[in-house]
């Protein structure tokens, strides 16, 4: 049937959990029969009774989902949803009506705390007063016993999704903590990267400065080199040309005339 229903992965779910719950009812009432201790009877119902609950808080869930989803379903699907959810309410009617004459057949008669709604048959505030005068003190004790067994799981299971919170928000904490790091680091590594390509850029442009400097300066030496030769060649090919100044260090000796009177001079004194 869950097939041919237009369902969303949670009413599919609930879906499904009630069915298991109609399963197990059924096995149960089944079972009851067989039992012959009435101790054992009566503990069997309030295990059926248990589950009728969850069944019924499952069905309003249900419920719930159907009025969620009834803007985006066509009519149709509604209709469906709606018709399929009467079918579970009357199934979990026949099995509160089974309850029912079990607990006559027992001579039970426990206030009935359990508020099928939804279609089912509901007792009044004063229903239940007048089932409770007729109950004895023991049973009033083990019906009080047992609402506060289900009240004291329902803050179990309320504890328990607190602590899977608490543990889940620490986890996210922890990790976004770890990855506010982790992008911390990234940051003073790209910053030291960037610096250190900034000096390398100042680096290759002093070194292109000096190298461009040394050429220049290479450059007039050779000049200078080329220009001492070229009189050199022109001193030596042509030495008696007077236009081109001798270059110091290879100017032509003196002549021997002016050495001799320079000597008579000096024996003369």
Same mark, same amino acid.
């Given at each position: ?116 709604? +939804?279609? +089912? ?41 607190? +602590? ?18 982790? &992008? ?33 300066? &290479? ?51």
């Amino acid at each position: 049937m869950a097939a041919d229903l237009a369902l969303n992965p949670q009413m599919e779910q609930i879906y499904g959990e009630i069915k298991d719950y109609f399963r197990a009812l059924a096995n149960g009432f089944q079972k009851l029969d067989k039992i012959k201790d009435p101790n054992r009877q009566n503990k069997q119902l309030e295990e059926l009774t248990g589950k009728m609950r969850e069944c019924k808080r499952l069905i309003k869930e249900f419920d719930r989902e159907i009025k969620d989803e009834e803007a985006r379903n066509p009519p149709e699907v509604s209709k469906q949803l709606n018709d399929e959810k009467q079918s579970m309410i009357k199934e979990l009617n026949s099995y509160v009506g089974l309850r029912k004459t079990y607990m006559s057949s027992l001579g039970n008669k426990k206030v009935e705390l359990f508020d099928m709604g +939804a279609g +089912a048959s509901e007792l009044t505030a004063d229903e239940n007063i007048q089932l409770a005068s007729k109950m004895t003190n023991q049973e009033l004790i083990d019906a009080g016993k047992m609402a506060m067994d289900e009240t004291d799981q329902a803050i179990e299971r309320s504890k328990q999704v607190v +602590a899977q919170t608490i543990d889940q928000g620490t986890q996210t904490a922890t990790t976004l903590k770890g990855q506010t790091e982790q &992008m911390g680091r990234i940051v003073n590594d790209l910053d030291t990267i960037q610096f250190s390509i900034k000096k390398a850029s100042q680096l290759v442009k002093e070194i292109s400065r000096q190298v461009a400097t040394d050429k220049c300066i &290479m450059l007039f030496l050779f000049l200078i080199v080329c220009g001492v030769i070229a009189i050199i060649v022109v001193k030596i090919v042509n030495p008696h040309n007077k236009s081109i100044r001798d270059i110091p260090g290879l100017a032509p000796p003196a002549p021997t005339s002016r050495r001799l009177l320079h000597f008579k001079a000096t024996e003369q004194f």
